[in-house]
């Protein structure tokens, strides 16, 4: 795919997210396609995001995993990995339709379309910072917009609604299985346990 190609179509997304997912999911991409394309947007996201940390300094509560780009790269595999299977049982759970691999296929664009707005947003950075974070939440309101259609499509959803009631399901099952993961390893919120 062209630059300009790619670029139309993550403008088509923003306008009409079901029908690019559609497109998406039409192409039964193979595993090895699937993989490929999940690193390669991960890769880019992990190299914009250390760019952004060496023209700004990032807050010091992230400091640490932003700059370290193998641990960063691998907690975004981690997060892409635990969305996927979430997004996928809990859709299943409501009565969705939705494959792994769609779900898959889908978050990996969605990772796509957010490197593109860290490669805008180091851009902006250092000229217009204000103008700069204006775009960062705008874009998280339409990347929360474009997982509702795009999961909506995945599973069969008429209705939006259910998607965004799938997403709030599991955003709630990670938060909890992900704390008693962490309650097994004696983190806690301010650390290690002292016994540990």
Do not use: C, Y
């Not at 960063?72 to 939705?98: C, E, K, N, Q, S």
């Amino acid at each position: 795919m062209s630059v300009a190609g790619f670029l139309q179509l993550a403008w088509q997304s923003v306008v009409t997210p079901r029908e690019v997912a559609r497109w998406l999911l039409s192409l039964r991409l193979g595993t090895e396609a699937l993989l490929h394309s999940g690193a390669l947007a991960l890769v880019l996201n992990t190299l914009f995001v250390r760019a952004a940390a060496l023209q700004v300094a990032p807050d010091p509560a992230i400091a640490a995993f932003v700059e370290q780009p193998l641990i960063f790269f691998g907690g975004l595999v981690g997060m892409l990995a635990l969305g996927t299977l979430a997004l996928t049982w809990a859709g299943r759970a409501i009565g969705g339709t939705g494959q792994m691999r769609d779900v898959a296929l889908l978050l990996i664009w969605l990772q796509a379309l957010r490197a593109l707005v860290q490669a805008l947003m180091l851009v902006l950075m250092p000229i217009l910072p204000a103008l700069a974070l204006l775009v960062s939440f705008g874009a998280g309101l339409i990347g929360i917009w474009l997982l509702i259609n795009f999961l909506a499509e995945a599973h069969g959803f008429a209705s939006r609604g259910k998607a965004a009631f799938l997403l709030l399901i599991a955003v709630a099952g990670l938060a909890v299985g992900l704390s008693f993961l962490f309650s097994l390893f004696g983190a806690t919120a301010t650390g290690m346990n002292a016994n540990v």
